[in-house]
T-cell receptor
Framework: GEDVEQSLFLSVREGDSSVINCTYT??????LYWYKQEPGAGLQLLTY?????DMKQDQRLTVLLNKKDKHLSLRIADTQTGDSAIYFC??????????FGKGTRLHILP | DTGVSQDPRHKITKRGQNVTFRCDPI?????LYWYRQTLGQGPEFLTY????????KSRLLSDRFSAERPKGSFSTLEIQRTEQGDSAMYLC???????????FGSGTRLTVV
């Protein structure tokens, strides 16, 4: 079946880089996504990568995709207190449904 | 256009009552999705519409749940005879179509007491 796995917690010092990792099982995934959720809020699409790409950079965000290992990562450079949130890795499967992981809670240390 | 709107933001109801939530998608988006998110979990797919047609329903959607999108614009999700296990955040999302990312609303938080 389809599954998206990610670690539940990450603590990073302000100004350092954060790297959130994710693995997925569906090799036919077309798009992979990173969503951000702040307390009490809905999901905000941060970035996405098409499955035939291996890297995408967007300002402080870098997404790396290793399709062979089905591994996706999100790097946030110069992490700020406003980056504190839950980050969800997600894949779009062959049926055009987005399947989410359980989320990684990013905690910023002063 | 202000994005995907959901109403109400919060709903507290007694067990056994019926509740209905509304979602207004982005106007040019023809796909509309409902997800449910419980504490500590990622969103779980419930159902989706292409225009007014309901194309798929998850097995999470018991007979007590019904969703409609009568004119291909807004959608409603009704839960009959609510149970405590229905307490969750109900998220609506819309997209332009196949392959496009979703835009989520802020969700409706349901608490069944």
């Amino acid at each position: 079946g389809e599954d998206v796995e990610q670690s539940l917690f990450l603590s990073v010092r302000e100004g350092d880089s954060s790297v959130i990792n994710c693995t997925y099982t569906d090799s036919s995934s077309t798009y992979l996504y990173w969503y951000k959720q702040e307390p009490g809020a809905g999901l905000q699409l941060l970035t996405y990568i098409f499955s035939n790409m291996d890297m995408k950079q967007d300002q402080r965000l870098t997404v790396l995709l290793n399709k062979k290992d089905k591994h996706l990562s999100l790097r946030i450079a110069d992490t700020q207190t406003g980056d504190s949130a839950i980050y969800f890795c997600a894949e779009m499967n062959r049926d055009d449904k987005i399947i989410f992981g359980k989320g990684t809670r990013l905690h910023i240390l002063p | 256009d202000t994005g995907v709107s959901q109403d109400p933001r919060h709903k507290i109801t007694k067990r056994g009552q019926n509740v209905t939530f509304r979602c207004d998608p982005i106007s040019e988006h023809n796909r509309l999705y409902w997800y449910r998110q419980t504490l500590g979990q990622g969103p779980e797919f419930l159902t989706y519409f292409q225009n007014e047609a309901q194309l798929e329903k998850s097995r999470l959607l018991s007979d007590r749940f019904s969703a409609e999108r009568p004119k291909g614009s807004f959608s409603t999700l009704e839960i009959q005879r609510t149970e405590q296990g229905d307490s969750a955040m109900y998220l609506c999302a819309s997209s332009r179509g196949q392959g496009y990312g979703y835009t989520f609303g802020s969700g409706t938080r349901l608490t069944v007491v």
